[in-house]
């Protein structure tokens, strides 16, 4: 199983990326599929997941209504749309399946990609 993110780069303040997280020797849509970022000097936070079960997604209250998960069956792969992005959304993004979705987004174990670099500044 591999994910392999991409998107990431340097956005200024009330910019926005939208985040891929590409899937090989798994079927995306059949497992619960998480986003993570962690800032510098900061813990992982849990910020977005979809639920296979029912399609159901949270968003934490640090990015609700501002980022929006989607994905591409056909393509095996996940998007995160992040829109008004502000300095403290700066981190390493990741992506990772299987997660818990119900309410928050934990991490069971199992795959991550790399990550993928975020930097909003002016």
């Known amino acids: 199983v591999q994910l392999v993110e991409s998107g990431g780069g340097l956005v200024q303040p009330g910019g926005s990326l939208r985040l891929s997280c590409a899937a090989s020797?798994?079927?995306?849509?059949?497992?619960?599929l998480g986003w993570f970022r962690q800032a510098p000097g900061k813990e992982r936070e849990g910020i977005a997941c979809?639920?296979?079960?029912?399609?159901?997604?949270y968003y934490a209250d640090s990015v609700k209504g501002r980022f929006t998960f989607s994905n591409d069956n056909a393509k095996n792969t996940v998007y995160l749309e992040m829109n008004s992005l502000k300095p403290e959304d700066t981190g390493v993004y990741y992506c990772?399946?299987?997660?818990?979705?119900?309410?928050?987004?934990?991490?069971?174990?199992?795959?991550w990609g790399q990550g993928t670099r975020v930097l909003v500044s002016s």
């Open positions: 979809i639920s296979a079960r029912d399609g159901t997604i």
């Open positions: 020797g798994l079927t995306l849509r059949l497992y619960n």
């Open positions: 990772a399946t299987p997660v818990s979705c119900h309410g928050s987004v934990v991490s069971v174990g199992g795959s």
